[in-house]
């Protein structure tokens, strides 16, 4: 069943920035409505498939890192995975012909905040790159992204990598049932102001299944209007980009794909695939390295 919210319209003789402010929020409402109606709750079969995709997800994360090093190329470095995925793992890589995407993973490099076409450039001594996975495996989908830092590189560029993936696991720890997704973008925002670092706006987390882009979107600012309760079995990507500088980006509209810092300050991204559960929530895409610093299970408190 569709659900329909109607709202009489104002009188036509009132000022036409009311109208045209009543007009938005009627839009805004009317979207939030028909987000709810199309999340998906996952049923056992579906969370186990799920788990064992966020799984090799994170597998091919942890098998990449001791080849992120100066002098490989960010080509060289997609070959690898696409083998590993395929070969290693007989899964699927979602991001290959996605829309037209021409590779296997997206690498962002520096100032690039993400969708890092891979190609000929070298790595460099001092470079932070992420590396964005996402697999299929029958027919379900894992979405996983980790910084790497390459060599040594500026303070600022640790305390901007660090602070993101703190800002991920609070966001995280924020998930439960009966909580509202609206506290992701409350907590990231926190984290990234009182480090002085900005939040990417024009991109956001996303639901996922056996969809790669399901409802509902995860924003990562705040504030920001997309509330929404949750429930147990919604399965969906936390995915925060912080910026050094402005939260404004820009599209490489040669590509159509790579986005970059609108001030070509660096930025970072850590990302993960969750699952709501009774008490909380489960990280699907957890890497072993990080089974202390945030645990697979999270418990609401």
Known sequence: ME??????????????????????????????????????????????????????????????????????????????????????????????????????????????????????????????????????????????????????????????VKVTQEALYAAIRAMGPNRNLVEAGRVIQQIANANNFSVVRDYCGHGIGEGFHEEPQVVHYYPNPYSLILKPGMTFTIEPMLNAGTWKVKINHKDGWTVTTADKQPSAQFEHTILITETGCEVLTLRAEEEETLGRYITCK
């Open 3 to 160: 659900i329909i919210f109607l709202i009489s319209s104002p009188p036509s003789d009132v000022y036409p920035a009311v109208r045209h402010y009543f007009f938005l929020n009627f839009l805004l409402i009317n979207n939030l409505i028909k987000m709810m109606s199309k999340v998906i709750i996952k049923n056992s079969a579906q969370i186990e498939k799920m788990r064992i995709a966020g799984k090799i997800a994170a597998e091919v994360i942890e098998m990449i890192a001791p080849y992120v090093k100066a002098g490989v190329t960010t080509q060289e470095l997609d070959d690898i995975m696409l083998k590993f995925i395929e070969e290693d793992r007989h899964a699927i890589s979602a991001c290959l012909g996605y829309h037209g995407y021409p590779k296997c993973t997206c690498i962002s490099v520096n100032e690039v905040v993400c969708h890092g076409i891979p190609g000929n450039h070298k790595l460099h001594n001092g470079d932070i790159v992420n590396i964005d996975v996402t697999v299929i495996k029958d027919g379900m989908h894992g979405d996983t992204s980790k910084m790497f830092i390459v060599g040594q590189t500026s303070p600022r560029n640790h305390q901007l």
